[in-house]
């Protein structure tokens, strides 16, 4: 008798486990969250919806490549994915990237790597208007060689403005700043031919924008305060 009941005990098991394994009717695996894996992090590259992200050492996601997948063209880049809040946005994550119009950078950013927008067609960059504490960087040639890019919404976390950050830019277009960059490199601006069509908006006093308007001067570019949104 003991010898039966074991055995029906043991086909029980077999069962349940077969069909706890085809839940979904279509033995899909449904994967939880990555974890971090320290040095290697790097190396593993994930996806949540239209992106593809890597872990970085501290925790945080860098961007690697835009997919498109939903079609949208306006994108507002998620604060966080899966868990992890993005930092930065790699090199030529949006490069080429042809079905974008406006892209609405995250709160938690602190770099925009070389090259990540590359000859994007995108139209209006706006950043995510936060009071955090922590600083971002435009790394040289971020935004090179964007024809169409008309509109760029700064926040206060922009500290550094690397060199040719928006090089060879095509069409005329103003961009705004919420608080003087600590840093603005040689040919940060340069928009070639278009220079003369820049604009530089502020918010409140110039006085406050040393900066800025060191840059701005030699070139000529106009200092226009935005009377919308100035303290």
């Not at 993005?86 to 790597?113: C, D, H, K, M, W």
């Not at 206060?156 to 095509?170: C, M, P, Q």
Request: aromatic share 12%; with cysteine.
């Amino acid at each position: 008798m003991k010898k039966i009941i074991s055995l029906i005990l043991a086909v029980l098991c077999v069962a349940l486990t077969f069909c706890s394994c085809n839940k979904n009717g279509d033995n899909s695996v449904t994967t939880t969250a990555p974890a971090v894996t320290g040095e290697n992090s790097e190396n593993t590259v994930y996806t949540s919806g239209d992106f593809n992200y890597v872990i970085l050492p501290q925790g945080t996601a860098k961007i690697v490549k835009y997919n498109g997948t939903s079609g949208k063209t306006d994108v507002d880049i998620p604060a966080s994915l899966d868990g992890f809040n993005v930092t930065v946005i790699g090199e030529n994550a949006f490069t080429e990237e042809q079905n974008v119009s406006t892209v609405i950078l995250p709160r938690y950013l602190t770099e925009i790597e070389a090259r990540a927008f590359n000859k994007s067609p995108v139209l209006n960059i706006w950043f995510h208007q936060t009071k955090g504490d922590h600083s971002t960087v435009i790394d040289s040639y971020a935004f090179s060689e964007c024809n169409n890019l008309r509109q760029i919404m700064l926040s206060s976390s922009v500290k550094r403005i690397e060199s040719n950050a928006f090089y060879l830019g095509s069409v005329p277009r103003y961009i705004k700043f919420f608080t003087d960059p600590e840093y603005i490199g040689s040919n940060a601006f340069d928009f070639g031919k278009n220079i003369d069509k820049l604009e530089f908006w502020h918010v409140g006093d110039i006085s406050n924008y040393k900066n800025l308007k060191s840059y701005a001067d030699p070139y000529g570019i106009p200092l226009v305060l935005d009377k919308n949104t100035a303290e």
